[in-house]
């Protein structure tokens, strides 16, 4: 069974399928058209091949999101004075690498980590009697 490119979308499809099944292009009458050597074929496509390079960029998680989520559980597990800055910073640090990039992934481990952070701020701030 040989795979081929949908016309529409270029994801690959078996050669028997009746339509692509990302974006229902029908694919069965068409694919006569397209063989290995065809110059329209995905792989000669400079378009589809720079939409698939950068949609494999995208798919990172941010390591700052993953660093201010576990800051912000190490507050409530270990020492909060020391890990509320290291939290406040990654996710500072996380924040601003996501206006530069808006594909990173781990928007919920960065919210979710700042959250926390607030949260032992909050509870350092009633433990050291700092507003009372």
Known sequence: MA????????TQV????????KCAYPISNRKNNYSENNSNSYE?????????VESSKSNKTDIFAILTFA???GGF????IFFVPICFITSWVSWYKLKEDKNLEGKNLRLIGTF????????????????S
């Open 44 to 52: 000669n496509n400079s378009h589809f091949q720079s939409a698939s």
């Open 3 to 10: 795979l081929i490119f949908c016309p529409e979308c270029g």
């Open 14 to 21: 078996s050669e028997h399928a009746e339509k692509c099944v």
């Open 71 to 73: 800051t912000g559980i």
């Open 116 to 131: 926390l952070n607030a949260i032992n701020i909050v509870w350092l701030q009633y433990t050291l009697h700092i507003f």
């Open 77 to 80: 597990i270990f020492f909060p």
